[in-house]
């Protein structure tokens, strides 16, 4: 708890800059992604936490903007957003809670669950994962192919977001890497997005923990000049 507690002053305090990801206290770092869409993540696990626990760290050019923490099921059990703070959170007993070995064993999961925010916001998520059949092996990491929808809707029913597309899991992490996919902010305007995996890190290698992204960023530099996009909008 002392470690989760501290994370988001911890991220929040570091440079943009400093180029080094250092995990909470009691936290170790086990890999970092960068991808595509100029995003790089570092993962990590928490003494403290239940085992199968993992956390996510997201940076753009601008610094941490996200934090998550799923289970070994890949259950969303806590998101964080750092600008403004606000802090999701799995609502207990799901109805149909997502399940990592449910998709590897049978090709498809389906789930449904609710999700609280801590500024009293709460809405509801069902969808599917469904594997593909397609395998591909990215740096050295061999990923199979899903394909996913999913809509949030909040306590009236009302459409509050959507997305549909691809994405990858790998069996030896037990996570979920993006694909290309679309999202719908629920005003029907569906947006394409690229979040392919394109260099794995572990500990040892040159870019372990980095917190500065490499691909595509100056693809976005030139998007948000000739648009006037802020990041909330990307």
Same mark, same amino acid.
């Not at 570092?42 to 799923?70: M, V």
């Not at 070995?101 to 469904?130: I, M």
């Given at each position: 708890?002392?470690?989760?507690?501290?994370?988001?002053?911890?991220?929040?305090? $570091?440079?943009?800059?400093?180029?080094?990801?250092?995990?909470?206290?009691?936290?170790? %770092?086990?890999? &970092?992604?960068? =991808?595509?869409?100029?995003?790089?993540?570092?993962?990590?696990?928490? @003494?403290?936490?239940?085992?199968?626990?993992?956390?996510?760290?997201?940076?753009?050019? @601008?610094?941490?903007?996200?934090?998550? !923490?799923? #289970?070994? *099921?890949?259950?969303?059990?806590?998101?964080? @957003?750092?600008?403004?703070? %606000?802090?999701?959170?799995? #609502?207990?007993?799901?109805?149909?809670?997502?399940?990592?070995?449910?998709?590897?064993?049978?090709? !498809?999961? #389906?789930?449904?669950?609710?999700?609280?925010?801590?500024?009293?916001?709460?809405?509801?998520?069902?969808?599917?994962?469904?594997?593909?059949?397609?395998?591909?092996?990215?740096?050295?990491?061999?990923?199979? *192919? &899903?394909?996913?929808?999913?809509?949030?809707?909040? *306590?009236?029913?009302?459409?509050?977001?959507?997305?549909?597309?691809?994405?990858?899991?790998?069996?030896?992490?037990?996570?979920?890497? =993006?694909? %290309?996919?679309?999202?719908?902010?629920? $005003?029907?305007?569906?947006?394409?997005?690229?979040?392919?995996?394109?260099?794995?890190? !572990?500990?040892?290698?040159?870019?372990?923990? =980095? %917190?500065?992204?490499?691909? #595509?960023?100056?693809?976005?530099?030139? $998007?948000?000049?000739? *648009?006037?996009? &802020?990041?909330? $909008?990307?």
């Amino acid at each position: 708890m002392k470690a989760l507690i501290a994370l988001p002053f911890l991220l929040v305090a $570091q440079p943009a800059l400093a180029g080094s990801f250092i995990a909470p206290e009691g936290c170790t %770092t086990y890999l &970092t992604v960068q =991808s595509r869409g100029c995003y790089v993540a570092n993962y990590y696990t928490c @003494e403290a936490d239940p085992t199968g626990h993992k956390w996510r760290a997201d940076f753009d050019q @601008e610094g941490p903007f996200f934090l998550s !923490r799923i #289970d070994d *099921e890949t259950q969303w059990i806590e998101s964080i @957003e750092l600008a403004p703070p %606000t802090t999701q959170t799995l #609502d207990p007993n799901p109805e149909d809670p997502a399940s990592f070995t449910n998709l590897t064993e049978t090709g !498809r999961d #389906d789930f449904a669950f609710g999700l609280s925010k801590d500024n009293g916001e709460r809405s509801k998520v069902r969808g599917h994962d469904k594997l593909t059949g397609k395998t591909v092996t990215i740096d050295g990491v061999e990923l199979e *192919e &899903t394909e996913f929808a999913y809509e949030e809707t909040d *306590e009236a029913g009302n459409l509050l977001r959507r997305a549909r597309g691809n994405e990858y899991i790998s069996r030896e992490f037990r996570m979920f890497f =993006s694909g %290309t996919s679309e999202w719908d902010d629920g $005003q029907g305007n569906w947006l394409p997005l690229d979040g392919h995996p394109v260099k794995f890190f !572990r500990p040892g290698d040159k870019g372990f923990e =980095s %917190t500065q992204p490499i691909f #595509d960023c100056d693809a976005i530099l030139s $998007q948000l000049s000739k *648009e006037g996009l &802020t990041h909330d $909008q990307l």
